[in-house]
C-alpha cells in the first residue's frame, strides 16, 4: 500500500503548556492520509479541553487505572495501548505530547516502510529541543546486528510501527513485572531480540523536548537510586526476552547493576 493511512498516537498528560504545539505539528504534516488519535490519561490541567477544541482529531480523555505503581511508566503503556484500540491506521506513530514532529515526518516514514517492507518499526533521530533558539541534531544511535548487545534507542515520539508488528507484541509490551520500563526501552529489545527488526533512519524528523520537570530529570537521575533500580528492571527484562529465544543472557554490567542494588 503505497498511501497507508497512519494513526498518530498522542499520550498526554497534565502537559497543557504543549498541547497546542504538538496537535498543530500533527495536523500540518505533507501526508495527509492521517488520523489523530489523542488520549488524556486523566489530567488534572486542561489538556484534554485543549485538544477538544481542535477540529479533524479524535481526542478522548480516559480513566487512570489504579496501580500501586509509583512513577508514571505503567500509565504511559496503558495510554498507548488504549490509542492504539481506537486507532484504524496500518502504521502507528507515536508521539508524546510534549514532543512534537517536523512537517515531513509522516511522509518520511511511509516512504521508508514502502521501500522496506520488512521493517515492522522504525526510530527516526531526534531533535534535542530547549527553545526555539536552543536545540541540536542527535546522532548518538546506530543500528546493531548484534542480537546480544544493549540497544542504544531513540525515544518514544521517534518510534513508528506497523499496526500488525504493535498487535504482535501487546503481551511483552504490556507485562506488569517491570514497572519502571519505558515503552520505547520495550519497543527497542523487543524488536531486536525477539524479531531481529531493530532500524533506526538516518533522518531528524522529532522535536524531542527537554522538560526539567519531566519524570526522566526529576526522578531519574544518573546514578541515583531509582535509575539504578530501573536498570536493573531493564536486565531482568532483556533475560525474560532471552529465555523466549532459548538464549543465555551474558552481561557483566547485570552483575554490577545487581550488586549496587544490594546497597539500597
Not at 118 to 135: C, E, G, M, Q, R
Request: charged letters at 30%; aromatic letters at 18%; one cysteine or more.
Amino acid at each position: 500500500m503505497k498511501n497507508p493511512l497512519v494513526s498518530i498516537l498522542i499520550a498526554s498528560y497534565n502537559k497543557e503548556k504543549y498541547v497546542n504545539r504538538c496537535i498543530k505539528s500533527c495536523l500540518s504534516q505533507t501526508y495527509k492520509n492521517i488520523e489523530i488519535i489523542f488520549i488524556d490519561d486523566g489530567s488534572k490541567d486542561s489538556s484534554y479541553k485543549i485538544a477538544k477544541e481542535f477540529k479533524g482529531i479524535k481526542a478522548y480523555k480516559k480513566k487512570r487505572k489504579k496501580s500501586k505503581a509509583k512513577f508514571n511508566t505503567f500509565f504511559q503503556i496503558d495510554t498507548y495501548i488504549y490509542a492504539y484500540k481506537k486507532s484504524k491506521g496500518s502504521i502507528l506513530a507515536c508521539l508524546d505530547s510534549d514532543d512534537f514532529f517536523k512537517k515531513n515526518k509522516i511522509m518520511d516514514i511511509v516512504k521508508n516502510f514502502n521501500k522496506d517492507k520488512k521493517a515492522n518499526i522504525l526510530f527516526d533521530k531526534p531533535i534535542i529541543y530547549y527553545s526555539k533558539k536552543k536545540y541540536f541534531l542527535s546522532d548518538n544511535f546506530k543500528n546493531s546486528r548484534d542480537r546480544k548487545i544493549w540497544p542504544k534507542f531513540p525515544p518514544t515520539s521517534c518510534i513508528s510501527l506497523r499496526r500488525n508488528f504493535f498487535k504482535k507484541i501487546i503481551y511483552e509490551l504490556n507485562l506488569k513485572k517491570f514497572p519502571l520500563l519505558t515503552i520505547d526501552f520495550r519497543l527497542a529489545v523487543i524488536s531486536k531480540i525477539l524479531f531481529n527488526n531493530f532500524k533506526i533512519i538516518n533522518n531528524h524528523l522529532t522535536f524531542y523536548f527537554q522538560d526539567k520537570k519531566g519524570e526522566s530529570n526529576s526522578n531519574f537521575k544518573k546514578f541515583g537510586k531509582n535509575w539504578w533500580s530501573r536498570r536493573m528492571q531493564a536486565h531482568e527484562y532483556m533475560v525474560y526476552l532471552f529465555k523466549k529465544n532459548k538464549i543465555k543472557y551474558k552481561n557483566l554490567d547485570f552483575f554490577l547493576t545487581k550488586t549496587i542494588n544490594l546497597f539500597f
